[in-house]
């Protein structure tokens, strides 16, 4: 396996308490394997993908193991980290606009990574990075490379993310929410874009939108309050789920009549006992309300956690 992540924990010190923001997560991601990791907002997917790269608040207590072509990235120096980041792992950060540079050229930012990890000088970085945004399909690339990020689209933004991700090659790619807030046709472009994009790669896409997942990843994880309630293939995921909850999201999808998950998702500062599910699941028994589930594996790389499948 690429990336092994082993008993997980992010937690958070907050005045109200301990928020369990990633709580006992074990997951992998193979070579050339995109992953998609789904979930509700707020469940703990966009810190889960910021652990891997080591890009939390300094007051976070985490435990476990992330384990990148075997070595521990929690381990690592922050000198050795940050010659992977970009290199070896590359984060695609959700919501460009804030996330770009405002009073950064595109060229330049794409450019920045280049020149750290490919010992180029600026001129042959910024020809790069020009190469780069042609490759991501942004038109007048040369013309867009020394505008900055208010003169661009949202679609073209997001290309401009994608090329910063790509620029240096890296061997693991993490997308956070990469079609948020774009137009239905946009975001069609840019799912098409990141399926040839990566199509040479390994990559965790983390989105609550079901349908980007099932047409890009070849897997798929569902989160919910910090923790993994089944695991499959994309297309047993979306065709033969098995926890309430996996059946829950795959029905409030508009294809399938917009029938909300009744509820809300519990608080990371004190979540229920037993299934962390069950107060909003319609199936749920005694069981549900007292014991914490394992995860059951159904076989074919199929696993639930989920009493009701014991």
């Known amino acids: 396996m690429l990336l092994d992540i082993i008993n997980l924990k992010a937690h958070f010190p907050t ?140 679609g073209m933004k997001e290309r401009a993310m994608i090329a910063m991700g790509l620029a240096c090659n890296p061997t693991l790619i993490l997308a956070d929410e990469p079609t948020k807030g774009l137009d239905t046709e946009t975001k069609a472009q840019i799912v098409e874009l990141l399926k040839k994009m990566t199509e040479r790669k390994s990559m965790l896409i983390i989105t609550h939108d079901l349908g980007v997942a099932g047409q890009i990843c070849d897997r798929i994880a569902v989160m919910y309050a910090g923790e993994l309630l089944e695991e499959a293939s994309s297309e047993a995921i979306l065709n033969r789920p098995a926890h309430p909850y996996t059946q829950g999201f795959i029905n409030s999808l508009p294809v399938k009549g917009l029938l909300p998950i009744r509820g809300s998702s519990p608080s990371l500062i004190d979540p229920p006992q037993g299934c962390k599910f069950h107060p909003r699941c319609d199936s749920a028994v005694e069981i549900c309300r007292t014991k914490h589930p394992e995860m059951v594996n159904l076989g074919n790389g199929h696993s639930v956690r989920c009493h009701l499948c014991h």
């Open 15 to 154: 005045q109200d308490g301990m928020v369990k923001a990633v709580d006992c997560v074990d997951l992998s991601l193979g070579e050339r394997e995109r992953l998609g990791l789904i979930g509700e907002t707020g469940c703990g997917k966009t810190v889960l993908g910021m652990s891997i790269i080591r890009l939390l608040q300094p007051t976070t207590m985490i435990e476990g193991q992330i384990l990148f072509k075997g070595k521990d990235l929690l381990k690592l120096s922050e000198e050795e980290m940050r010659r992977n980041r970009g290199k070896e792992i590359a984060m695609i950060l959700q919501n460009p606009t804030t996330s770009l540079n405002p009073v950064l050229k595109i060229g330049d930012q794409v450019a920045e990574a280049i020149q750290l990890h490919q010992g180029l000088n600026k001129k042959e970085a910024k020809e790069k990075a020009v190469e780069m945004l042609e490759s991501v399909r942004i038109p007048e690339a040369s013309k867009r490379a020394n505008q900055y990020p208010h003169e661009l689209s949202g």
